[in-house]
């Protein structure tokens, strides 16, 4: 069992930056997910992948319409998965979730909720105009 926790999450302004984080708990497991993603939900809106990390070889998986604005990297030693968020507009406001999960498909990362098995309680964004 996986337990995910997200922080960071706040209010800004338009142009500001947030750094959210994700502490992940394993319990009867020693080793670590495989993937582990950053997915947000607004309003009325489904669920979409924001972008995931393979834990084991780090390589990223981005949404194209964020990219160059959200980063998500790794601490290994602690678990720990972060997403910086860069140059927030209004749109961004969301509720912020973080997933893991042992699955991989054709070797890499999935961006879909589908794929993903832990998910945390989730930590809000807003950014205001």
């Known amino acids: 069992q996986v337990k995910l926790v997200e922080s960071g999450g706040g209010s800004v302004q338009a142009g500001g930056s947030l750094r959210l984080s994700c502490a992940a708990s394993l319990y009867g497991s020693t080793y670590s997910t495989n993937c582990m993603g950053w997915f947000r939900q607004a309003p009325v809106k489904e669920r979409e992948g924001v972008a995931a990390?393979?834990?084991?070889?780090?390589?990223?998986y981005n949404a194209d319409s964020l990219k160059g604005r959200f980063t998500i990297s790794q601490d290994s030693a602690k678990n720990t998965v972060y997403l910086q968020m860069n140059s927030l507009k209004p749109e961004d406001t969301a509720m912020y979730y973080c997933?893991?999960?042992?699955?991989?498909?054709?070797?890499?990362?999935?961006?879909?909720?589908?794929?993903?098995?832990?998910w945390g309680q989730g930590t809000p964004v807003t950014v205001s105009s």
């Open positions: 990390i393979a834990t084991g070889g780090g390589s990223t």
């Open positions: 997933a893991a999960t042992w699955r991989l498909y054709g070797g890499t990362c999935g961006m879909q909720q589908d794929q993903y098995d832990y």
